[in-house]
C-alpha cells in the first residue's frame, strides 16, 4: 500500500528536487506549509543517509523534530537545540538535553547512521570540542581484557560522566573496590563491570531498584557523557589564558572568581561555569558544522527568519555578557558562543525553505 511519503516523494517538483540534491550548491523549495514542509525534508531521506536541517528558534525546531518523528519514527530524528536565551542555556540547560546533543553529534560521525539532524540557530552557535577528540572519547570495555582501573576512572570523568555513591540515572559511575557501575548514555539500564585485578571479568545489565544482575554481555561501549569535552592540553590553555587575566585583573571580586575556575582547571575538574570558558581552552573554535561531512545536504528553514533569529541571539548575548562583565563574572577576551554568520554562507549543497504567504 502506498504512504503519503510514497505520493509525495511521486510530485514532479519533488522529484527534481531530490535528483539534485547534492548536484546543486543552491536551491529554493516554494509554496510549502508547514506540514508538506515535513514530509518533503522526510522525502529526502530516501535519497540520502544524513540531512541537516537548520531552523531559527527553539520552538520552530521542537515543531519539526515531532513532525519528522511522527513521519519517520524517532531512531531517524536527532534533535541538536540550545535555548534561544543564553543566559537561560548557561543556568538552567537540562541534562537531558546535553545527552540529545551528544547523540545527534554520534549521529553525524558515525557513516553507518542515517537520519535527519534538527537544529536550531542558537545551537549552531554553541561552541564544541574538535571531531577528533569527541571520536578519540568513546571507550570500549571487553571481557578478558586488562585496563588501568584508574586510567579508566579519570577517563570516564573526562568524558562527562559523574562519580557517585551509587547509579541512578545515565551519565554516572560508581567504584566500590573491583566493581565498576555506569550507566551509558545510550543504555535503558546500567552495567556492572567486575574486574580481578586489572583483567575485566564479566559485564551485566542490572536493574537499579533491585541492584540484581540481569543479562551478561562480552563488551560494552561507552560514549561521551558530555558535548563539553576537556583534555589536558585544553586545560593547560585555560589556566595560561586565565593566568595572564589574574595578573592584570584590578577587581578583586572578579579576580577570586578567576581563581576559583583556575584552580578547578588546574584540578582538571568540570566548574559549573566551565562551558563560558571553553573559547580560552580549545586550539579553534569547533561548533556542529565542523561535525558534517562534505556534501551532505543542509536545509535552511526560511533564510530571512534564521537571520532575524540570529540578530535577536546576538543582542540577548551582548545584554548578558554586558551583565556579566559588570557584575564580575567575565572579561572582555572570552566569548560565550561562536560566530557562525559567514559559515552558514559557506555552506553547500543547501536548500532554502520558503513559506509565501498571502495578501
Known amino acids: 500500500m502506498l504512504t503519503l511519503l510514497d505520493l509525495f516523494s511521486e510530485n514532479d517538483q519533488i522529484k527534481k528536487w531530490h535528483q539534485n540534491l547534492t548536484d546543486k550548491?543552491?536551491?529554493?523549495?516554494?509554496?510549502?506549509?508547514?506540514?508538506?514542509?515535513?514530509l518533503a525534508i522526510a522525502s529526502s531521506l530516501r535519497q540520502e543517509d544524513k540531512i541537516v536541517l537548520l531552523t531559527s528558534t527553539y520552538g520552530e525546531a521542537e515543531g519539526l523534530v515531532s513532525d519528522l518523528i511522527s513521519i519517520l519514527g524517532e531512531e531517524l530524528v536527532y534533535p541538536f537545540l540550545v535555548d534561544d536565551s543564553p543566559m537561560v542555556e548557561f543556568l538552567m540547560s537540562s541534562q537531558e538535553k546535553i545527552i540529545s546533543r551528544v547523540e545527534a553529534l554520534r549521529f553525524l560521525t558515525d557513516l553507518s547512521k542515517k537520519g535527519i539532524l534538527v537544529c536550531n540557530i542558537a545551537a549552531s552557535r554553541l561552541i564544541l570540542p574538535s571531531p577528533n577528540v569527541f571520536k578519540d572519547s568513546i571507550v570500549k570495555i571487553s571481557v578478558g581484557e586488562e585496563y588501568d582501573q584508574h586510567a579508566l576512572i579519570h577517563q570516564l570523568k573526562e568524558i562527562g560522566y559523574r562519580k557517585v555513591t551509587q547509579v541512578q540515572t545515565?551519565?554516572?559511575?560508581?567504584?566500590?573496590?573491583?566493581?565498576?557501575?555506569?550507566?551509558?548514555?545510550?543504555?535503558?539500564?546500567?552495567?556492572?563491570i567486575e574486574f580481578f585485578g586489572d583483567e575485566v571479568d564479566g559485564i551485566r545489565s542490572f536493574e537499579v531498584e533491585t541492584q540484581l544482575s540481569k543479562e551478561n554481555q562480552t563488551e560494552l561501549t561507552i560514549f561521551p557523557a558530555s558535548d563539553m569535552l576537556l583534555r589536558e592540553k585544553d586545560y593547560q590553555r585555560g589556566q595560561s589564558a586565565l593566568e595572564k587575566q589574574i595578573s592584570k585583573t584590578l577587581s578583586p571580586i572578579l579576580k577570586s572568581y578567576l581563581e576559583e575556575i583556575f584552580s578547578s582547571f588546574y584540578q582538571k575538574q568540570i566548574h559549573s561555569d566551565s562551558r563560558k570558558f571553553l573559547s580560552l581552552c580549545y586550539d579553534k573554535t569547533w561548533t556542529v558544522f565542523d561535525y558534517i561531512e562534505k556534501d551532505t545536504p543542509i536545509f535552511f528553514d526560511d533564510y530571512q527568519k534564521l537571520m532575524n533569529q540570529y540578530e535577536f541571539f546576538e543582542r540577548e548575548l551582548a545584554q548578558y555578557f554586558t551583565e556579566e562583565l559588570q557584575n564580575s563574572k567575565a572579561f572582555s577576551e572570552m566569548q560565550y558562543f561562536a560566530d557562525t554568520e559567514q559559515i552558514y554562507k559557506k555552506q553547500s549543497p543547501v536548500t532554502f525553505f520558503l513559506i509565501c504567504k498571502k495578501g
Not at 550548491?25 to 515535513?38: C, H, I, Y
Not at 545515565?170 to 565498576?180: H, N, P, V, Y
Open 25 to 38: 550548491k543552491r536551491q529554493l523549495m516554494l509554496g510549502l506549509s508547514t506540514s508538506t514542509k515535513a
Open 170 to 192: 545515565q551519565g554516572e559511575f560508581s567504584l566500590r573496590g573491583d566493581i565498576l557501575d555506569i550507566f551509558e548514555i545510550s543504555q535503558l539500564e546500567p552495567y556492572r
